[in-house]
C-alpha cells in the first residue's frame, strides 16, 4: 500500500531592500513551493513596474527578497535589472 506524504504549504515573505532600507512584508503568503513563490514575485515586481513606470530610476539598487522561516532568504530578484519584465517577458529562473 502506498504511503500519503502531505507537504504543507510555507509562508514566504517578500521584502523590497536597497541594502540600507527595507519595506517588510509583515503577512506573507501561504505557497506551494518556492516556484510559485518565484511566480508570485515575478508577478509583483511586473506590477509595482508597471505602477511606477515613470519612476523606476527610484527603484535603481532595490531588490525583492524571498524569505521563509526555515531558511531564511530563499531569493533575491534585483528591480533593477533591464526592463525585460515591462515587455512581456516571464521571470527567467536564472534570474532568480
Do not use: Q
Given at each position: ?39 508570485y514575485a515575478c508577478e509583483a515586481i511586473e506590477e509595482l513596474r508597471k505602477e511606477t ?44
Amino acid at each position: 500500500m502506498a504511503e500519503l506524504i502531505l507537504i504543507r504549504p510555507r509562508r514566504y515573505y517578500f521584502d523590497l531592500t536597497n541594502g540600507t532600507d527595507v519595506i517588510r512584508d509583515e503577512h506573507g503568503l501561504e505557497l506551494a513551493n518556492i516556484d510559485a513563490a518565484l511566480a508570485y514575485a515575478c508577478e509583483a515586481i511586473e506590477e509595482l513596474r508597471k505602477e511606477t513606470a515613470s519612476a523606476s530610476s527610484e527603484w535603481w539598487g532595490w531588490r525583492l527578497e524571498i524569505s521563509d522561516h526555515s531558511a531564511g532568504r530563499v531569493h533575491s530578484i534585483p528591480l533593477s535589472e533591464p526592463d525585460w519584465l515591462s515587455h512581456g517577458h516571464a521571470c527567467p529562473a536564472a534570474l532568480c
